[in-house]
């Protein structure tokens, strides 16, 4: 049994709650890698992913941090539905607590995606998308995989065509691969209008809103002009 988690109140419980939400109707068995450490939570979810560490398909981990109602230290990796089921009976009883609001995790599970981690220091900005063209990049994809899919296609080579078209380029500039743009609108991360932060560092480009941060590997594969 994992350790347990103490969320500083009803608010922040409510809004991972959000977070997860999202990210499992992005994808229904996914997995959330809770990791704190002192007094803060970070959740990653990846709703694109490789599948194992040989596969050329792109990676790309949403992230949302958290406030903690006491210091904890946990590194797990736990089914997103679980989590949620715990967070809504939180939030439906609407109790704060002092030493805050406990939840007890269930038992680790293994996930493809956990050996790909993006640096935690050395990120350099490097510009802004404004969210109308992120949101448009990924109204874009969205319809260029359903346009591409045969619908008797499924495993391995839908898959390839997914990793295809996610893992390309935005621009030879920034090297944001568009399946950023369709994870950030996916998990919510993109206010109205906003311009949103572009970082990179070791070969991994970062995407900041004020909800949320996208990570993934730099593209390398760009759309032919």
């Known amino acids: 049994?994992?350790?347990?988690?103490?969320?500083?109140?009803?608010?922040?419980?409510?809004?991972?709650?959000?977070?997860?939400s999202r990210a499992k109707r992005l994808d229904q068995e996914g997995l959330v890698r809770l990791r704190a450490y002192g007094r803060v939570l970070a959740a990653y979810v990846a709703p694109i992913f490789s599948g194992n560490l040989m596969d050329q398909g792109p990676t790309i981990l949403g992230l949302r941090t958290c406030?903690?109602?006491?210091?904890?230290?946990?590194?797990?990796?736990?089914?997103?539905?679980?989590?949620?089921?715990?967070?809504?009976?939180i939030v439906s009883e609407g109790i704060n607590a002092p030493e805050g609001l406990k939840i007890v995790l269930p038992d680790s599970s293994r996930a493809p995606w956990i050996?790909?981690?993006?640096?935690?220091?050395?990120?350099?900005?490097?510009?802004?998308?404004?969210?109308t063209r992120l949101?448009?990049?990924?109204?874009?994809?969205?319809?260029?995989?359903?346009?591409?899919l045969p619908e008797a296609v499924g495993g391995p080579i839908a898959a390839r065509i997914r990793g295809e078209i996610w893992g390309r380029g935005?621009?030879?500039?920034?090297?944001?691969?568009?399946?950023?743009?369709?994870?950030?609108?996916?998990?919510?991360?993109?206010?109205?209008n906003e311009e949103v932060?572009?970082?990179?560092?070791?070969?991994?480009v970062r995407l900041s809103s004020e909800h949320g941060h996208v990570l993934a590997k730099a593209s390398t594969k760009f759309a032919s002009i």
């Open 115 to 131: 050996g790909i981690s993006p640096p935690r220091q050395g990120w350099q900005s490097i510009g802004t998308i404004n969210e």
């Open 135 to 148: 949101t448009q990049i990924a109204r874009d994809g969205i319809s260029e995989v359903a346009g591409t």
């Open 197 to 204: 932060g572009v970082y990179q560092s070791e070969g991994w």
């Open 170 to 192: 935005i621009d030879l500039e920034l090297r944001v691969p568009t399946g950023a743009a369709f994870v950030a609108a996916g998990l919510g991360f993109l206010t109205e």
């Open 67 to 89: 406030e903690l109602g006491r210091d904890c230290e946990v590194d797990a990796v736990v089914p997103i539905a679980a989590v949620v089921e715990r967070l809504a009976k």
């Open 1 to 20: 049994m994992n350790n347990p988690i103490y969320l500083a109140d009803q608010q922040t419980a409510a809004d991972l709650q959000s977070f997860l």
